[in-house]
């Protein structure tokens, strides 16, 4: 055998009945280095198709490492209630939740909580859930999009990758 493959990618095929993203490699056969190639397939050089599954390859992690980290960022760098900053990164989450446990048991019983801002106010449970619910709207939503971003990007054509940071900016921002 040469040097040389052919290759097949979804995007290249007639049909696609799972839905395989079509970047993704459908087909790879070794053939001579004097052997034609005519679509849909392409020819490549095996450091030519090595190159291209690894730079696509780590390219998609980045993205989806990318995907991650903003939506974490983003959960946890606060929110704004009646104008009052809330903060929402995970030790607060867990402290409200904390708050809500020990109201349930304690309904009567009034809370003095301390704002991101250092102040401190007084709650009862009726106020601690109405906040807490906020929280985990607000905490949700940024997992639901970390969601629908990752699965688009595991549909994005390895072709398409480079125009793929634009859309999640432009998704983060909706």
């Known amino acids: ?13 007639p049909s696609n009945p799972d839905n395989i993203p079509g ?15 005519v679509p849909p ?34 959960e946890t760098g606060g929110m704004t209630i009646g104008g009052v900053k809330i903060a929402t990164g995970r030790d607060d989450q867990a402290m409200l939740s904390g708050a809500v446990n020990y109201l349930t048991l304690n309904p009567t019983v009034r809370i003095d909580w301390q704002g991101e801002d250092g102040t401190f ?10 906040v807490a619910s906020a929280v ?15 699965q688009a990007l595991a549909h994005t054509a390895d072709s398409e990758l480079g125009n793929f940071r634009a859309t999640i900016t432009q998704f983060w921002e909706e």
């Open 136 to 150: 985990g709207a607000h905490v949700q939503a940024h997992f639901t999009r970390r969601k629908q971003l990752l």
């Open 23 to 37: 970047g993704r490699v459908a087909e790879v056969v070794p053939i001579q280095d004097g052997e034609p190639v």
């Open 121 to 130: 106010t007084t709650l009862g449970k009726a106020q601690v859930e109405a």
């Open 41 to 74: 397939w392409r020819k490549l050089t095996r450091e030519e198709f090595q190159s291209l599954n690894g730079r696509k390859s780590a390219e998609r992690k980045e993205l989806g490492a990318y995907i991650r980290a903003r939506a974490y960022e983003l």
């Open 1 to 13: 055998m040469g040097n040389y493959l052919k290759v097949k990618l979804w995007a290249d095929m």
